[in-house]
């Protein structure tokens, strides 16, 4: 007989990501529900990571990460944000950004610490926090405008708070965080002792006038961050799941203990492709006006229809409010909207709800627009019925 199991996670059930994906797939549906894209990657860079696998470097590289990778993304850091990592000591190349955001919460979060987290948010966020023992202390962003409240930030941190996660380019909302708002933060956390987990995955992926301000930008929070980013939403391969944190050398040292014993290491012959692709910085610097056409496809189509768009700054969503859509359903809960979008329609979406620990539901739901053209037109001719 199987020994009973007590769960450690019993908040946690199937993702809303993985509801959604298969009922588009059981209806033929055109899928804007998960993030990713659904076009190929620039073969130059499939070119370097064979080439690097038919040269033999396919065994363990470094636990740290392949040191050339490490070198070019302190290069990449230097270059656009003015601050010097050392390849050695303060970057650590992981097996996607999850996995590193996973690894700085186990290494710093201990039971009966406090973390802040800022809803809607990342679905990782609060299991991480959970695995660690910590508790998990949700601030919401302004609804509307997901727009930070340092007020009720304030008003949250305790003698017990460890930690704070921010998110920009933020996932679900596309919102960008201002260089007020990052001062604003730099202010606050100043002669506190607490650490700063800042996700950084969409930073290539800001639409002008605006750019992304990184952690790294800033002394007060360069000094207590780990700012992750992750190759996979850069280069357009989210499969790959490779990342990188980039960290001070005492809170790097505590990453890798736990990095060590999590997954040792990251795949050789992808680490010496990116390596050889991260050369030429074309690619990402040109990733923003890739991104902001197809937004603005999106954008133009869904105009035909009664959703009220949101701002998208930055990342490849799109949010949309519900409320003024001229149809029976629009008096359903997000979720369920999500599900008749997709049965109905032929469109499958997420709610924000998901993105709450308490399915706060504000008549919004996200698209995900990093999709070929023929994609996104095919989705916007079944959405223009509404």
Not at 202 to 216: N, R, T
Not at 299 to 319: A, I, N, V, W
Request: net charge negative; charged share 20%.
């Amino acid at each position: 007989m199987t020994p009973h199991l007590e769960t450690k996670l019993p908040k946690i059930g199937t993702t809303i990501f993985t509801v959604m994906s298969a009922l588009a797939q059981e209806n033929n549906a055109v899928n804007l529900g998960q993030g990713f894209p659904d076009f190929h990657c620039d073969p130059k860079l499939v070119d370097a990571v064979s080439t690097a696998m038919n040269q033999g470097l396919n065994q363990y590289p470094s636990m740290l990460g392949v040191l050339e990778l490490r070198n070019e993304i302190a290069k990449k850091i230097q270059t656009l944000y003015s601050k010097n990592y050392d390849p050695v000591t303060e970057i650590t190349v992981t097996a996607g950004a999850t996995q590193a955001i996973l690894n700085a919460v186990l290494a710093i979060v201990r039971p009966g610490d406090e973390v802040i987290v800022l809803e809607p948010c990342y679905d990782s966020y609060v299991p991480n926090i959970d695995m660690a023992g910590g508790t998990v202390v949700a601030v919401p962003l302004t609804p509307g405008t997901f727009r930070p409240d340092f007020e009720k930030i304030r008003a949250a941190i305790t003698s017990k708070t460890r930690a704070i996660i921010v998110n920009s380019p933020h996932n679900p909302s596309a919102t960008v965080w201002t260089d007020e708002e990052m001062k604003k933060l730099e202010q606050l956390l100043s002669g506190t002792e607490i650490f700063l987990i800042s996700d950084e995955v969409y930073e290539h992926m800001v639409f002008s006038p605006l750019k992304h301000l990184s952690a790294a930008s800033y002394q007060g929070l360069a000094e207590r961050a780990f700012i992750i980013s992750s190759f996979g939403k850069t280069y357009h391969v989210t499969g790959w799941k490779v990342a990188y944190c980039a960290a001070p050398p005492t809170l790097t040292q505590e990453f890798r203990k736990v990095h060590q014993f999590n997954v040792f290491t990251v795949n050789t012959p992808v680490q010496h492709g990116l390596a050889k692709y991260m050369q030429d910085p074309t690619p990402y610097l040109e990733l923003p006006a890739f991104y902001q056409r197809k937004r603005d496809l999106f954008r133009y189509g869904l105009e035909r229809t009664h959703f009220k768009l949101l701002p998208s700054e930055g990342s490849y969503f799109q949010c949309a409010s519900i409320e003024d859509l001229k149809v029976s359903e629009k008096n359903l809960s997000e979720a369920d909207f999500c599900k008749w979008l997709t049965t109905e329609i032929g469109v499958a979406a997420i709610p924000l709800s998901a993105f709450y620990a308490e399915a706060f539901d504000q008549r919004t739901i996200r698209f995900c627009f990093a999709k070929k053209d023929e994609t996104l037109n095919r989705a916007l001719e079944r959405l223009a019925k509404l």
